[in-house]
């Protein structure tokens, strides 16, 4: 599905190159939920920006079904680490804005966003502006405006990061539960160990200076993942190998 | 598909109480008080005999002017020159200061002159645009149109400059193209920095206006108070300041709503 092949990207510094991605390959399955986790700076965001088309790889490639990412694409939903909800739309505008650039007529426009606005649970808030809305909310906002373009692949970055524990936890299940009845690819971005392991088949870890993958760790649990899951033994093994993975790493010369 | 409440959360950011009260007395109160003392005390000095006309004097030569038609005809004239000159100015501030923010080029090659213009106070113009297009209202119409770019377009320009990236990347993703990311963020984004312009750019026509009637005109507020001036005739003068005043006000007031009811998406003003 997706085939990240030996990217590399560098950012131009004063007089200097900083690399932001040396060397990095990956691919993704069908319908298969990846997390990446790693520490700050490491080049999460740029990876999902080339995944996402917003910037062109300097070495190697990304694909998409065999296909070379050159832009921005219906089949790519991506939902970033700041909301980035139109300020001056409300909720139902913003669910709508794909749609429109889509060309979808206006009454099924509006059908389809009514079906994700109740989706995420943000029925009583759809005409309402985002600045009313709490953190998790605009998230949920973010999210369907995702999915309502209905995209085979979704990038998401750190997309609970800004919401307090107890809400991120319900979010995380509800994704898990959206995702389980409407199977897509899914690609998320994360820096906290816990979400990675609960959410993904894979975890991906990076490190950073230069950004690359160090470990890529196999979640053997099944789903659905329930709150039993997270206090077992199991979890806690993969946690604490991808916790080491993590912050242990060996700083390259 | 099974549908999740986050029960946790709820909305924050209720809109904050505008009116602050004091002692029961409301903001309106004190300002009203206040235009009441200034009033007093300007008819204290009056009365004490410094050369100015007390405020029935104002009064009365105010009914006057309104009743032989002079100070509407004044009125409408100011106000049609500030209106020509401030609608050209916005009507082509608006597009260059998008050209401005949106491609390099245009900023390249427009920014300098706009920098070295805005230096020069729009007054300072008044001498060469009456020595090239003679005293008619062409000159006059310039000047105000002059002022009210320079004012709009710095504003316009800083705001397209300003725009989110994350939100034109989340356009890019849900299928917009340029076109469409013009149209549907660049411009609904920069709108606060595009009315803060206009109103600046009103002001500043306003302001110019009164000194460009005074060099030449046959009609309006800046004109009549220069003849006034002539005969000593320390009444006119003040009717011609206060409807002045009263009239930036109020156009202030209009753009003032219209920016408030056009972005009151914004999280905190
Ligand atoms: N446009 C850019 N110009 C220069 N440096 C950049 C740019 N984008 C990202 N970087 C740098 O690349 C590194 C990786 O950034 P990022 O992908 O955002 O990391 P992460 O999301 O893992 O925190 C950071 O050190 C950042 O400073
Ligand atoms: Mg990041």
């Known amino acids: 599905m997706i085939a990240i092949d030996r990217v590399g990207k560098a950012f131009p510094l004063k007089n200097d190159r900083f690399v932001a991605l040396d ?7 069908e319908n298969e939920f990846v997390t990446i986790v790693g520490p700050s700076g490491c080049g999460k965001t740029t990876l999902m920006n080339i995944l996402a088309g917003l910037e062109t790889p300097d070495a190697g490639q990304a694909l998409v ?23 001056w739309l409300t909720v139902r505008k913003n669910v709508e804005f794909g749609l429109r650039t889509a060309g979808v007529p206006s009454r099924e426009r509006r059908d389809r966003a009514q079906h994700f606005i109740d989706l995420v649970g943000l029925h009583d808030f759809a005409d309402a502006l ?54 897509r690819t ?27 993958i160090v470990e890529v760790i196999d979640v053997d649990l099944p789903y659905p993942r329930t709150e039993e899951l997270r206090l077992s033994p199991a979890f806690t093994a993969l946690r604490n190998r991808v916790w080491s993975a993590v912050y242990h790493q060996e700083p390259v010369a | 598909m099974t549908v999740v409440q986050v029960g946790a959360e709820t909305t924050t950011g209720s809109p904050p109480t505008e009116e602050r009260r004091r002692r029961g007395v409301p903001k309106w109160g004190w300002n009203g008080l ?28 105010g009914g006057e002017l309104i009743a032989d038609g002079t100070l509407a005809d004044d009125v409408l004239a100011s106000l049609g020159r500030v209106l020509a000159g401030f609608v050209l100015g916005v009507a082509l501030a608006i597009p260059v200061g998008f050209l401005m923010g ?75 193209k340029d076109g469409t990311i013009f149209a549907r963020v660049v411009v609904p984004a920069s709108m606060p920095f595009i009315l803060v312009g206009m109103r600046v750019g009103l002001g500043s026509s ?28 320390l009444p006119t003068i003040f009717v011609g300041l206060i409807s002045i005043g009263v009239l930036g006000l109020l156009m202030d007031r209009v753009l003032l709503f219209a920016e408030r009811r056009l972005t009151n998406w914004q999280e905190r003003r």
């Open chain 1, 65 to 87: 079904r065999g296909s070379k990412i050159t832009g921005p694409g219906p089949d790519r939903g991506v939902i970033f680490q700041q909301y980035a909800l139109f300020p």
């Open chain 1, 23 to 29: 060397d990095v390959s990956l691919s993704v399955a």
């Open chain 1, 186 to 212: 899914v690609v998320f971005i994360t820096h906290d160990v816990d979400e990675a392991v609960f959410l993904a088949s894979r975890v991906v870890v990076m490190a950073a200076r230069p950004g690359r």
């Open chain 2, 34 to 61: 206040s235009v009441v003392l200034g009033i007093g005390i300007w008819w204290g000095f009056s009365l004490a005999g410094y050369d100015i006309p007390a405020p029935p004097e104002v009064l009365k030569r």
């Open chain 2, 102 to 176: 949106w491609y390099g080029i245009v900023r390249g090659l427009i920014e300098p002159w706009v920098q070295f213009f805005r230096t020069i106070p729009p007054l300072a113009i008044i001498p060469l645009a009456v020595v090239l297009m003679g005293i008619g209202e062409t000159p006059k119409i310039f000047v105000i149109f002059l002022a009210s770019f320079l004012a709009c377009v710095i504003a316009t320009f800083q705001g397209v400059v300003g725009v989110d990236k994350t939100l034109i990347n989340a356009a890019r993703v849900l299928g917009a």
């Open chain 1, 130 to 183: 985002p600045r009313t809305l709490s953190g998790g909310m605009k998230q949920r906002c973010a999210i369907a405006r995702a999915y309502a373009v209905n995209p085979s692949i979704l990038l998401m970055d750190e997309p609970f990061g800004a919401v307090d524990a107890l809400t991120r936890v319900r979010l995380q299940e509800q994704l898990l539960q959206t995702w389980s009845q409407e199977k």
């Open chain 2, 206 to 233: 306003w302001a110019t206006l009164v000194a460009a009637e005074l060099i030449a005109a046959q009609q309006g507020l800046g004109y009549r108070m220069q003849s006034a001036q002539l005969y000593y005739d």
